[in-house]
């Protein structure tokens, strides 16, 4: 297990509650109107002893000054997706810059 990949399953852990286990990797492209707005791995987890869902999909990235960020994304509807994980990431992240 890579350093990276046990830094998303602390992440799983902190902020829903259960252990995981590393599944696989998918490469996701998000395009919006035409622009690429977000390239990277997600990495998907089986989760282990959750109330309510069975996978989670967790990536990192880093913003425009250089802070590292984490983001791990249940795999419950309407999210069924890596994909779909990261435009219910971009969306919470446009909502909360609304809202400052």
Not at 6 to 25: D, F, N, Q
Not at 65 to 84: C, F, I, M, N, R
Request: a neutral charge.
């Amino acid at each position: 297990m890579t350093e990276y990949i046990a830094r998303l399953m602390e992440v799983i852990r902190r902020l829903h509650g259960c252990e995981s286990s590393h599944e696989r990797t998918a490469l996701v492209r998000e395009i919006v109107q035409g622009e690429l707005v977000w390239k990277g791995d997600v990495e998907i987890f089986n989760l282990k002893n959750h109330s309510a869902a069975f996978e989670c999909y967790a990536w990192s990235y880093r913003d425009d000054d250089g802070k590292e960020h984490y983001t791990a994304v249940l795999k419950l509807p309407p999210v069924d997706s890596p994909e779909k994980a990261v435009r219910a990431a971009i969306v919470a992240q446009v909502k909360d810059a609304r809202k400052k």
